[in-house]
């Protein structure tokens, strides 16, 4: 089936320092790739939808200067958490489309991003 | 976006079925019924969807009631694997339409 490869599973980073987390589709292309974010004890939320070629697209209330969606590719979706802050602390999430119309939405593994 | 309404918790027995309930009484023509499920600190894992016929698959089975305004997710025989939060999401047809997670159930399954 459809995999999708999030990158790095955790990460640790000083606030003020911009972090970039990397989510894949391994075995198809995805013209739109879709970011989440879920803090602990709540749902998913979501924050953009990544488009291939072009610019993504937030949520209501997503600083979109803060986190920057780049999808160059069909397979590679990057979310850069820039000036990280304690509170920016969260587990983000992708979540990709096969562009041949599969089933469902295939998502990634998550990365636990801790702001100190 | 049509909305979900999931009860917050439910507990099953080990090796008996669980039906998880969800109600969308503002479910559109186009609008799918995908489920899907969240085990602790994991991306969430795809398990069925359907549109107004009922879906079985290997893991589940979905019924959707004739006016589609309400479905339940049964897990056959669940397991201590079972054990996650199960999401009810109604979104429209067309591709590249973005999944909408409520609140959720989260089931737990006990020997």
């Known amino acids: 089936g459809a995999v999708v490869s999030q990158h790095p599973s955790r990460v640790i980073c000083k606030s003020g320092t911009s972090v970039k987390i990397e989510c894949r589709s391994l075995d198809f292309q995805a013209t739109t790739m879709f970011w989440y974010r879920q803090f602990p004890k709540q749902s998913l939320m979501l924050m953009a939808t990544?488009?291939?070629?072009?610019?993504?697209?937030?949520e209501q209330g997503v600083e979109k200067d803060k986190f920057l969606i780049n999808h160059a590719s069909l397979t590679l979706s990057t979310l850069t958490v820039t000036s990280a802050h304690p509170e920016d602390s969260s587990f983000y999430i992708c979540?990709?489309?096969?562009?041949?119309?599969?089933?469902?939405?295939?998502f990634g593994s998550g990365t636990r991003l801790t702001v100190v | 976006d049509a909305k979900t309404t999931q009860p917050p918790s439910m507990d099953c027995a080990e090796g008996r079925a669980a039906n998880l309930p969800c109600n969308h009484s503002t479910i559109s023509g186009n609008e799918y019924v995908y489920w899907y499920r969240q085990i602790h600190s994991q991306g969430p894992q795809y398990i069925i969807h359907?549109?107004?016929n009922n879906e079985t698959n290997e893991m589940a089975s979905l019924i959707i009631t004739e006016d589609r305004k309400s479905s339940t997710l049964i897990l056959p025989h669940a397991t201590l694997r079972d054990t996650a939060v199960y999401y009810c999401?109604?979104?429209?047809?067309?591709?590249?339409?973005?999944?909408?997670f409520g609140q959720g159930t989260e089931l737990s399954v006990k020997p």
């Open positions: 999401i109604v979104r429209p047809s067309y591709q590249g339409g973005k999944l909408i």
């Open positions: 359907g549109l107004k």
């Open positions: 979540s990709a489309r096969d562009v041949q119309g599969s089933d469902g939405y295939t």
């Open positions: 990544s488009n291939e070629g072009s610019k993504a697209t937030y």
